[in-house]
Each structure stands twice: as structure tokens, then as C-alpha cells.
């Protein structure tokens, strides 16, 4: 079972910054928290992932909360094409562990 | 970033016949690879993992001798549905990842299989 919750579905206003939460209260201390997202009929794309600290690339950032409960994903300036489906995966980083996919969030960015 | 192929992107076949899903690493060497399957409206369900010269380890559930998974090659894993039928039409992701272990996965596009 994921170890993730995520709300089933949110809308962002295209051009707004995309807030999606992710609850991992059970989350233990090597594992991480991996973001992807799946645009219709296409394979999930890895976004960011994190272990402690706060994590921002050329997609997004990544906000992990100080008792690691919980994280944010923000895309600071949705466009229409950040449309989809976005995981959030704890996964640790030892030889053999999967990744385990839950519903995800789907988002949709409305012109 | 890394690249993830899959070959073909879909597929239409009759019932009874066997299919042939290729997954390459186009720019990393991967000792481990994934097959997901996923049905429409639904999340992405681990079937097997592969390491490279070695025997594939499937998820409860799935049948290893109808869904027969080859890693020859570090760069390059296969998954062949056999004598599949309508219930087995899904979309097949792969994904690889390089190193060994504490690496991101990277994934394939998918495959769309229609069986008829």
C-alpha cells in the first residue's frame, strides 16, 4: 500500500503558483519523498525528490516539513502543460525498494 | 536527464497471440528495471522487477509464465505477454535505474496493448 495521501483533485489558475500537499506521517528516517507526475497517456516523469531539506530545481520546489509529516510540491507558475496526475512516493533508497503508486493528485491548470 | 525508451508505443493483436514489449536505458546503464501495468483510470501496479542476468522477481499476483520478463543486457529489458487475451489489454510502463540502489527511477513512455 502507498504510504502517501494526497487529495484526489485541484485546480490552479494557469499562471498561479500549484500547491500540491502530501501527507506521509509514518515516514521513516532514510526514506525519501519522490515527486512525479503523468500527463495523459505518457509514462510518469520524475519531477523532485527530497530527504530533509527544502529542494527547488527548474521544475519545481519541494517543501518538507521540520518532522518530515509532510511535504508541498509548488510549481511556481502553472502553465496549461503542468496538467496531470502527480504523485508523491516515500521510498527508501536501499537496494530493492520500489516505488509504490497511490491515486495521486490530478491537477488541473485552467486558462 | 535520463531517457527511457519503450518500443512499440502500441500495439493491436488477437487474442491468443503473444506480444513483444522492449524497454531501453538510451543513455544510462541499468541494473535494475520495472514493469508497471495500469489500467485506465487507475494508478501504475508494480509487476516485476528485473536485474540484468538474473531471474525476474514478480509482484503477488502475477503470473510469471504468461508475462515472461528477459534483462540480457544493461541496457536493454524485454516483457513478452504470452497467448494474451482481451483482460490483458493495460498500458505497460517500464523503468530503469541506474546504479545500484539510492538512484531515482526513470520511466518509458509505455506501451498501449489492444487485444482483440
Known amino acids: 500500500d502507498a504510504k502517501t495521501t494526497q487529495p484526489p483533485s485541484m485546480d490552479c489558475a494557469e499562471g498561479r503558483a500549484a500547491n500540491l500537499p502530501c501527507n506521509h506521517s509514518?515516514?521513516?528516517?532514510?526514506?525519501?519523498v519522490y515527486w512525479y507526475r503523468q500527463i495523459h497517456s505518457q509514462g510518469p516523469q520524475y519531477i523532485i525528490h527530497g530527504l530533509k531539506n527544502n529542494e527547488t530545481n527548474e521544475m519545481a520546489s519541494l517543501i518538507i516539513t521540520e518532522d518530515r509529516k509532510s511535504s508541498t510540491l509548488i510549481l511556481p507558475h502553472a502553465t496549461l502543460r503542468d496538467t496531470a496526475v502527480y504523485y508523491c512516493?516515500?521510498?527508501?533508497?536501499?537496494?530493492?525498494?520500489?516505488?509504490?503508486f497511490g491515486p495521486g493528485t490530478r491537477l488541473s491548470v485552467l486558462p | 536527464g535520463a531517457v527511457v525508451s519503450q518500443h512499440p508505443s502500441w500495439v493491436i493483436c488477437k487474442s491468443g497471440t503473444s506480444v513483444k514489449i522492449e524497454c531501453r536505458s538510451l543513455?544510462?546503464?541499468?541494473?535494475?528495471m520495472f514493469w508497471y501495468r495500469q489500467f485506465p483510470k487507475q494508478s501504475l501496479m508494480l509487476m516485476a522487477t528485473s536485474n540484468e542476468g538474473s531471474k525476474a522477481t514478480y509482484e503477488q499476483g502475477v503470473e510469471k509464465d504468461k508475462f515472461l520478463i528477459n534483462h540480457a543486457s544493461l541496457t536493454l529489458s524485454t516483457l513478452t505477454v504470452t497467448s494474451a487475451h482481451p483482460e490483458d489489454s493495460s498500458f505497460y510502463i517500464c523503468?530503469?535505474?541506474?546504479?545500484?540502489?539510492?538512484?531515482?527511477?526513470?520511466f518509458g513512455p509505455g506501451t498501449r496493448l489492444l487485444v482483440l
Open positions: 512516493i516515500v521510498r527508501g533508497n536501499n537496494y530493492g525498494q520500489n516505488f509504490v
Open positions: 543513455d544510462f546503464q541499468a541494473t535494475t
Open positions: 523503468s530503469a535505474r541506474p546504479g545500484v540502489g539510492g538512484e531515482t527511477q526513470y
Open positions: 509514518t515516514i521513516s528516517g532514510n526514506e525519501y
